[in-house]
């Protein structure tokens, strides 16, 4: 009995050792299944991992590409900018050599001349100035330093010198002030139109000028002009009114009249003298004597007793008898040739001035 007891217990001693080593061996299954899993989470990072790596290495041979393109790109940038500085310094270095090698053409003839930068001026726009035989035209036109000017001396003739006066012949297309500039220091004594020809008075001392001055203020001095004007006109005609003069870059007059609705009014609205500025307003008498018909025009003798700006003109105008060629004030006139008007004859302290001019020929009749 007791040996089969014995054997009873020794054999549930071995079947509770046996369970306790299952137990043993299913943790251990587990915990090595957990490790498994773990192992192959790791394996799974590392070839994430090694992936992230093999495109972190294409992006980085792509990347000399890029570093290279952006180097062309900075070199190309760095020589446009050479290009621009050096063509803004070739630009300034140009600019400076004008500036210490030449200068305008006015500058240079008011230094040559002695004369004011106006009057400089004047003389170019008036077409007498030239320069190796050939007209300046622009007076702002820049010349060397060293350049010579020449006022051209075919624009007028003379006509009578003394002590005291010397009178000339001037032609179409030249300022007065150009023969006061020419024959300095002589000083201008009356003054013609650019576009009008004929005799022109310079003092040769003051003393002599302010006496003809006074004269012509006086209106003791004659003067008698030479004008082909439109349509015929058979007897003598006496104007007498007053002229408004408009001074601005370029003069323009105009007849004042009483009626504010005449027909010569009509063709100037601006008329009245209390709303323009600068106007100049004088008493104005012109005597017409018809010498000849030419066709259907009429050579005229216009004998002036004032001053005023454009007298002659504005007043054959103003009767429908305007001069041939006169683009202000008889814009439909065929004949572009030149103005129609001559100062012909002057008398002075008694003494009669008479041009020399052929004003027939030179009319063109």
């Keep these: 009995m007791s040996y089969k007891k014995s054997k009873k217990n020794n054999s549930k001693v071995i079947e509770s050792k046996r369970r306790k080593n299952l137990k043993l061996d299913t943790k251990r299954a587990l915990k090595d299944s957990k490790f498994a899993g773990r192992d192959s989470k790791f394996v799974a990072k590392d070839s994430k991992g090694v992936i992230k790596d093999s495109k972190g290495a294409i992006k980085d041979s792509k990347s000399p590409f890029k570093d290279t393109k952006k180097s062309m790109r900075d070199s190309k940038k760095i020589i446009s900018n050479k290009l621009i500085k050096n063509n803004k310094s070739s630009n300034i270095n140009k600019l400076e050599s004008n500036i210490k090698n030449g200068e305008k053409a006015f500058i240079l003839l008011a230094r040559q001349e002695n004369i004011s930068l106006n009057h400089a001026k004047r003389l170019i ?58 024959f300095k220091p002589f000083r201008l004594i009356n003054r013609l139109d650019r576009d009008t020809s004929g005799l022109i008075f310079l003092a040769k001392n003051d003393g002599i000028r302010n006496l003809a001055i006074k004269e012509f203020k006086a209106r003791n001095v004659e003067k008698i002009y030479l004008a082909l004007v439109q349509g015929k006109i058979i007897d003598e005609i006496v104007i007498k009114n007053r002229i408004l003069t408009k001074k601005d870059s370029k003069a323009r007059s105009f007849i004042e009249s009483k009626n504010p609705k005449s027909k010569q009014d009509s063709k100037n609205p601006n008329l009245d003298s209390k709303k323009l500025e600068n106007i100049e307003s004088k008493v104005a008498i012109s005597i017409i004597k018809p010498l000849r018909l030419i066709g259907a025009n009429t050579l005229v003798e216009v004998q002036i007793l004032t001053g005023a700006t454009h007298q002659i003109r504005v007043h054959l105008a103003s009767i429908n008898h305007a001069i041939l060629g006169d683009v202000i004030y008889n814009k439909d006139s065929k004949i572009k040739k030149r103005l129609m008007l001559h100062c012909q004859k002057t008398t002075l302290f008694g003494q009669e001035f008479v041009s020399k001019m052929d004003v027939e020929k030179e009319f063109g009749i």
Excluded: C, W
């Excluded at 007209?135 to 003739?157: C, G, K």
């Excluded at 030249?174 to 023969?179: D, F, K, Q, R």
């Design 125 to 182: 726009d008036s077409g007498v100035v030239s320069v190796k035989n050939e007209r300046v035209m622009i007076a702002r036109a820049l010349m060397p330093q060293n350049t010579r000017f020449h006022i051209i001396e075919s624009s007028f003739e003379i006509v009578f010198e003394d002590s005291d006066l010397l009178i000339l012949d001037k032609g179409v297309g030249v300022e007065s002030y150009a023969l006061e500039t020419r």
